[in-house]
């Protein structure tokens, strides 16, 4: 990190109130490395508009959106404020100044206490405890919907790179259909084939026009959401990808792994445990607080030149012993620790059917890069020779091309579709899949 | 032992002849089947023992082009039988095949029973068997033997061949006397096999089941009596045609015409189970023979090709070589332009137009022979001799015309395509679409924008290298 970016980290974080260690640990459980702020500085929309003149990796365009993104600085200011909330209950009870002052019969009486509420500092340390669980809980809430953000950012950074090569292969297949429609175009002015045979050529140029304009559309849009996602203006600046292999990874880790790391990492998880953990401490204060209410302290009564001193007590005569409060309590335990479980049960089934979906990409994958596109080639090559004997036509010749480009569009959409489940299992399982610990599952 | 040549006949003519060719130790002037062969007999007790054996084989059907045919020792056509009215002959056919097999002797006069109709008049002859046919020749003419089981997968596969009868006596002396079979084939281009569920869709049309440029030519020389005898057991019917001659078919499967129903023409048409037996005087030159159908002399061509004809490629041809480099314009001013062009098509599959002949690409496939009728080539001295030295098109070389007999440009000797270009030690490249376009220096085609060749330099003139 160079001097400037670290200053203005520091400098970001010292501003915004958070706490190293917090930031860091958002910043791991998150999954990016953000920045909160207060306002944009002009050093970092400077650094900014520096990486998005270079083609954009995917590291940078997480990055920018850790930085910049409306939402991750929504989230990271609600931080703020449930990190002061932590310290509001962290504080200890306030004692009460009590104080009055009579006059009558040309004297004058003043009456002070100071009490303070003996409950209150008797389960402070458990309040205390609550209201870490309850900030723990928060941060890991944060850090999920910073998960989410991100693998938006990612979803839409795989789902451009896709759109824009199949943008490329449906140019070529539309230059191909505009070739073989001006061919038969001139073949009926020469006489040579029927309306028929020339209208359907026509309108092979016409569907791949269609197929163009389609996924035009769905780029534009897609880059308006990137643009979105990254925290700039559609138009600010033009996003232009690298132009980064679509390959995977040599293997993908098994589900048992994926699901050992999800229960070790997952912020939706641990903010359930730490819920659980809050909910016991409300119940156990809920608990004692069926005890009736005791202040304790010293009163100081003045009359003339007189003064007495001694202890003050105030015993609140209950009603209502805390019953209602308990069970209220005891069920939120309850909810929590079934919210946990339910949690864990989804989070499984998630994984699991998410690392199915990414053995399939992976097998799609290979299957149009080893068996379809290669067989696809040789087609085209095998009607060329077919051609040159005026065995086959060019239009058939022109056909096989096609269908290769289509091949072709195959595997960019299931390379794409492995990077989208990639992300999601990233999402699911709470954190970057160690590829270290991968198998390949026979679909290398 | 091979009593082939021991006739009584024989030994009487080669008493006299000595050690005489084959063709004047026989009563009979032996008939040549080009590209393919004769068989031999042995004698049993006066009669003459054939053995046929019916069998998988690989077969040329062009150069460098292997089928997977069904044949007879060894060959499509089966070899040609000969022998004379009167013969008693016995055949032995040893079943190869991988399903039972039987041969009919088509047009023969002959015992129901020895008819070779599988199930009608015998039992199929198992894989691994061998039964006997044996019968007395009752006729003269040509004939033909087939397959008569399983008729349409063994004879598409190619199991027919030749049944000759020579008369006791011959009316007059024929000089050569040839045997074309006519047959058509499907084979899809890349493939080996044919396919013989085909019906009418055929792509492969062949004499003596060879496809031009690998038909073997047929020799004469001037003045000699011809006799081209045609067999057709295929499925469509064949006009054959011979340039520059008259001829008189004298003979059918039924027997020979007599010279009073004779007429001159020159196309003769073959049905499907047909012969035709005609002769000609031959007259010097390098004579065509084929069949007429358009498609006949032409080897494969896909029907759904495109008509190009006048249609103009220009700024297209180039788009698709970007997408398909190796992509070039063909159709528009004929298909011409395809002969020479040197393209790599598909394996194992023949040109639709090929063979060189002295003036250049002669364009032509299938059902093409050329007859050769030359003062220097020798005089018939026997079929194996023939088959031994006669195997392609350019066999003893091209007719010699006599000065000022070849049609050429008006007013000029050499025709502007045909001028050969001066040596100047230069290297001339010119473009494989268009060899029209000669320049000195290496480029592109200013008509295709392909890269240009150099020219390989030959006697009278330049040839474009073949490129792939």
Not at chain 2, 144 to 173: C, L, N, R, W
Request: charged share 25%; with cysteine; hydrophobic share 35%.
């Amino acid at each position: 990190m160079n001097p400037v970016k670290f200053t203005l980290v520091i400098g970001l974080m010292a501003a915004s109130g958070a706490l190293p260690d917090d930031l860091q640990d958002l910043s791991e459980r998150g999954g990016a490395p953000f920045k909160p702020m207060r306002e944009k500085p002009e050093q970092l929309q400077s650094e900014i508009r520096d990486r998005l003149r270079d083609s954009l990796t995917l590291d940078d365009a997480v990055r920018i959106a850790a930085w910049n993104n409306r939402d991750i600085q929504t989230v990271l200011a609600e931080m703020t404020a449930s990190r002061a909330e932590r310290r509001i209950g962290r504080m200890p009870p306030n004692p009460t100044l009590e104080a009055g002052i009579r006059f009558g019969e040309g004297e004058r009486r003043a009456d002070y206490a100071l009490t303070v509420d003996l409950s209150d500092l008797l389960f402070y340390p458990l309040k205390w405890s609550a209201a870490g669980a309850i900030f723990r809980r928060d941060k890991m809430k944060a850090a999920m919907e910073l998960r989410g953000l991100i693998a938006e950012v990612k979803t839409s950074y795989y789902r451009l790179q896709a759109q824009d090569r199949i943008h490329g292969l449906l140019v070529s297949m539309l230059e191909n259909a505009q070739t073989v429609d001006a061919l038969s175009e001139r073949q009926r002015k020469a006489g040579n084939i029927s309306s028929l045979d020339r209208a359907v050529q026509e309108e092979s140029k016409q569907n791949a026009t269609l197929a163009l304009a389609g996924i035009e559309i769905e780029l534009l849009s897609e880059r308006m959401n990137f643009a979105r996602l990254l925290g700039i203006g559609a138009s600010e600046t033009p996003i232009v990808l690298r132009e980064d292999s679509l390959e995977p990874p040599p293997g993908d880790p098994a589900p048992d792994e994926l699901i050992r790391l999800s229960v070790e990492t997952n912020p939706e998880m641990s903010a359930a445990r730490e819920d659980i953990f809050a909910a016991k401490r409300a119940s156990t204060l809920a608990n004692w607080n069926r005890l009736p209410s005791l202040r304790a302290g010293v009163a100081l009564e003045q009359e003339g030149s007189k003064s007495f001193i001694g202890p003050k007590v105030d015993l609140q005569v209950p009603l209502d012993f805390g019953w209602n409060a308990a069970a209220k309590a005891k069920a939120e335990k309850q909810a929590a620790g079934f919210r946990l479980a339910s949690i864990q049960d989804r989070t499984v089934g998630d994984i699991k059917a998410a690392a199915a979906r990414l053995s399939a990409a992976r097998k799609a994958i290979r299957y149009y890069r080893d068996e379809i596109i290669p067989l696809r080639e040789k087609v085209v090559e095998e009607t060329q020779k077919q051609y040159n004997f005026m065995l086959l036509g060019v239009y058939q010749l022109i056909q096989a091309k096609q269908n290769e480009y289509a091949a072709r569009r195959g595997l960019i959409e299931s390379q794409r579709d492995y990077w989208l489940t990639h992300t999601e299992l990233e999402r699911i399982s709470g954190g970057p899949i160690p590829h270290s610990a991968t198998h390949s599952g026979g679909a290398q | 032992m091979n009593f082939r040549n021991i006739s009584l006949t024989i030994i009487f003519s080669s008493l006299l002849a000595g050690a005489a060719p084959e063709g004047s130790r026989l009563p009979y002037t032996p008939v040549i089947t080009p590209n393919g062969s004769t068989l031999d007999f042995t004698m049993d007790k006066g009669v003459k023992v054939f053995r046929l054996t019916a069998e998988v084989i690989k077969h040329e059907i062009g150069p460098g082009m292997i089928i997977n045919a069904w044949g007879y020792n060894g060959g499509t056509p089966g070899p040609t039988i000969e022998a004379i009215e009167g013969d008693r002959v016995r055949i032995l056919v040893t079943n190869k095949l991988p399903e039972p097999t039987s041969v009919h002797w088509h047009g023969m006069l002959l015992p129901s029973g020895m008819d070779g109709v599988s199930g009608l008049s015998q039992r199929g002859i198992q894989p691994g068997e061998t039964f006997a046919y044996e019968f007395t020749l009752k006729q003269h003419g040509t004939l033909m033997y087939h397959s008569h089981g399983d008729e349409m997968v063994q004879m598409g596969m190619g199991t027919m061949g030749f049944f000759i009868i020579h008369p006791k006596k011959a009316t007059h002396k024929i000089d050569r006397d040839y045997a074309l079979f006519l047959n058509e084939w499907f084979i899809p281009p890349g493939a080996a096999t044919p396919n013989p569920s085909i019906m009418t869709d055929f792509n492969t049309f062949t004499f003596n089941s060879k496809a031009f440029p690998g038909t073997a030519p047929i020799l004469a020389r001037p003045g000699e009596r011809i006799r081209i005898r045609l067999g057709n057991v295929g499925q469509e019917d064949h006009p054959i045609h011979i340039h520059g001659h008259q001829f008189k078919v004298v003979a059918t499967d039924g027997g020979d015409i007599p010279p009073a129903a004779q007429y001159s023409e020159t196309t003769v048409l073959v049905a499907p189970g047909q012969t035709r037996d005609f002769e000609f005087t031959a007259t010097a030159g390098d004579w065509p023979l084929h069949c007429h159908r358009r498609h006949h002399p032409m080897n494969a061509m896909g029907h759904d090709f495109p008509n190009m004809i006048g249609v103009s490629q220009d700024g297209i041809e180039s788009k698709i070589r970007d997408k398909v480099p190796g992509y070039m314009a063909m159709g528009e001013k004929g298909m011409d332009e395809m002969q020479g062009m040197g393209m790599q098509g598909p394996e194992n599959t023949l040109p639709m137009m090929a063979g060189d002949g002295p003036f250049g690409p002669i364009g032509m496939g299938g059902m093409f022979t050329i007859v050769k009728v030359h003062d220097d080539i020798p005089k018939f001295t026997g079929t194996a001799d023939y088959n031994a030295k006669v195997k392609s098109p350019d066999a003893f070389g091209w007719y010699k015309n006599p000065p000022g007999t070849i049609a050429d440009t008006v007013g000029a000797g050499l025709s502007p395509a045909q001028r050969p270009v001066p040596d100047s030690g230069e290297t001339i490249y010119t473009c494989p679409m268009h060899p029209e376009v000669k320049q000195t220096k290496p480029g592109n085609c200013p008509k295709c924008g392909m890269k240009l060749v150099p020219m390989e330099k030959e006697k009278g003139g330049n040839k474009t290298h073949e490129h792939h």
